[in-house]
C-alpha cells in the first residue's frame, strides 16, 4: 500500500440478549490475514471489491455478507483512524452498532456470540482496536438507554414488562425501578409507540403478564423527557 493510500472500512457491533439477560456480541473468525483465524467484529472495507454508494449501505452489507443476520436497530457510532490499528497501514473505521431479536443465531461455525462483559473485562481479546469499537458502541447504548426506548429493539416483537426491565438492566448494567419503567411504557402506548396485544405470557412462576409489541416509528427510537435513573 502506497503512503497516499487509506483502507476505510465499516466494522458492526452486533448486540443481541441472551436467555440469561446478558448482553452477547457477535463475532466472526477472520479468514484471511491480517490476524487470521482470529476472533473479530464482522466488517468490510468500504468501496473494495462491491461498490458502496454510502457508509450505511457498506453496514448494510457488512451484516448480510459477513454477519448473516438482520438488525432490528442499526446506528452509527463513531469513526477511529490512525496509522497503527491495521498492520496493512493507516486505516480508518466507521463502528455500527446494531441490535439483534433474541433468537438470533449464528449461520455458520465462522460465528459465535460471546459475552459482552469478558469483552469489556479483557478476557476475550481482539484484534486491530476493535475492543475499542465495543467499548465505544457499549457506552453509547449505556447512554441512550437512560432516556430512550433503545434496549426495547433487543427483545422479540412482543414482550412483557418483565422482559423489558430486562433489557433496560442489561444495557444500563444497574437496576431499574419497575414502576419507573412502567410508566416510561404507558407513555410509549399512549402515543401508539406500544400497543396491548391482548395476549399473556404464563411463567411457571408468578401471574399471567400481558404481552405488549414495540410499533417503533422509522427504526427511531422513542425519546422520554427525564432520565430513567432520576
Keep these: 500500500m502506497s503512503a497516499v493510500e487509506v483502507l476505510a472500512g465499516v466494522d458492526i457491533v452486533a448486540l443481541r440478549l441472551s436467555e440469561a439477560g446478558r448482553l452477547q456480541v457477535l463475532l466472526l473468525c477472520r479468514q484471511r490475514e491480517p490476524y487470521e483465524g482470529q476472533w473479530a467484529l464482522p466488517g468490510v472495507l468500504v468501496n473494495g471489491r462491491c461498490a458502496d454508494v454510502s457508509l450505511d449501505a457498506a453496514a448494510a452489507r457488512a451484516l448480510v455478507d459477513k454477519a448473516r443476520l438482520q438488525p432490528q436497530y442499526l446506528e452509527q457510532v463513531a469513526t477511529v483512524g490512525n496509522g497503527a490499528r491495521d498492520p496493512r497501514g493507516w486505516s480508518l473505521s466507521t463502528c455500527y452498532l446494531a441490535l439483534l431479536a433474541p433468537d438470533a443465531e449464528p449461520q455458520d461455525e465462522h460465528l459465535r456470540f460471546v459475552e459482552l462483559q469478558a469483552i469489556m473485562a479483557g478476557q476475550q481479546s481482539l ?46 448494567g444497574q437496576p431499574v425501578q419497575h414502576t419507573t419503567l412502567r410508566g416510561r411504557l404507558e407513555r410509549m402506548r399512549a402515543q401508539s409507540w406500544i400497543v396491548d396485544t391482548g395476549e399473556k405470557n404464563y411463567p411457571k412462576m408468578g401471574r399471567p403478564q400481558t404481552l405488549l409489541q414495540h410499533c417503533p416509528q422509522a427504526d427511531e427510537a422513542f425519546i422520554f423527557d427525564r432520565s430513567l435513573l432520576a
Design 127 to 172: 484484534p486491530f482496536d476493535h475492543a475499542q469499537l465495543v467499548r465505544l458502541a457499549a457506552e453509547r447504548l449505556q447512554g441512550k438507554s437512560v432516556y430512550s426506548s433503545l434496549p426495547l429493539y433487543l427483545l422479540a416483537s412482543r414482550f412483557s414488562v418483565t422482559e423489558a426491565l430486562g433489557a433496560y438492566q442489561a444495557c444500563l
